[in-house]
């Protein structure tokens, strides 16, 4: 006997449409094996090509309740016990992707984030660097790069111990994300190096924004233990719009905030 496709099925009567290899536009009683001679009924192509039939004279309504656009009671138990049970294992399937998805962005995020302060680790603020360089290239805009360096940063430590200068990496941390937009990158580069990238700002923007912070690291020292620890800091800038890679970015923002450095002798 041929096979049919359940969308070719005219289930709750006796003739089945689907293909024949004899006659393809004829069709098939369910347990013979030879096709139907006769015109195609009006309800039989309504069936086949997707669309509701309408129910002979004298029928009664079919239940409308289906499994997987199957009526119900057109499978048997043993049929529909196996479709229930393929529909549940493939929203057990659905949640554990979800899972797995939730658990790789935590994954993800802890991979980007600094272990001692609450921003981008250099991984992560280079990456959102390249995307920023190319992001600039396709649309002329403009970004600038910031290095910072703190002043003084090795006497903390050893004056007062390693708990104290991580209290100083903390508030410094939070000064610059308190006082830059929430379109800019801050990240941790390592040490006592922070970087910061200004979304549509050029170079000349950038030097004014990195002198308002250096302000304001220098007008608020961190209190550590009854002790009140003074903090400055050294800045240099580079165009990232202007800048072949983010590597020449990268030098030519530490070669400033070098520079930076070595003239107010920090």
């Known amino acids: 006997m041929p096979s049919y496709y359940f969308r070719d099925i005219l289930l709750g009567d006796s003739v089945v449409a689907g293909p024949n290899s004899q006659d393809p536009g004829r069709y098939m009683k369910i347990g013979e094996t030879q096709p139907v001679t006769g015109a195609v009924a009006p309800r039989e192509h309504a069936a086949r090509d997707g669309v509701p039939a309408p129910e002979r004279a004298g029928t009664a309504p079919r239940d409308t309740a289906s499994v997987m656009g199957i009526p119900a009671e057109e499978l048997s138990p043993q049929v529909r016990s196996a479709v229930m049970t393929l529909m549940g294992e493939v929203d057990r399937l659905k949640r554990d992707l979800e899972q797995s998805r939730k658990r790789l962005r935590e994954m993800e995020d802890v991979a980007d984030q600094d272990p001692l302060v609450p921003m981008l680790n250099r991984r992560a603020f ?72 200004l979304m549509q700002t050029g170079v000349e923007m950038a030097e004014q924004k990195a002198a308002s912070l250096l302000e304001v690291l220098a007008g608020t020292p961190v209190e550590f233990e009854g002790a009140e620890l003074s903090m400055s800091a050294s800045a240099g800038t580079s165009s990232v719009d202007e800048t072949p890679d983010i590597a020449t970015a990268l030098a030519r923002a530490d070669l400033a905030m070098y520079e930076h450095k070595a003239k107010n002798g920090g």
């Open 126 to 197: 280079e990456r959102e660097l390249a995307r920023t360089q190319s992001y600039t290239k396709r649309y002329g805009a403009k970004a600038s790069l910031v290095f910072i360096d703190l002043d003084g940063f090795k006497e903390v430590n050893d004056v007062y111990g390693h708990a104290a200068g991580d209290a100083v990496l903390k508030r410094v941390a939070l000064l610059l994300i308190e006082n830059v937009r929430q379109s800019d990158v801050v990240g941790r580069l390592g040490g006592d190096e922070f970087g910061l990238i």
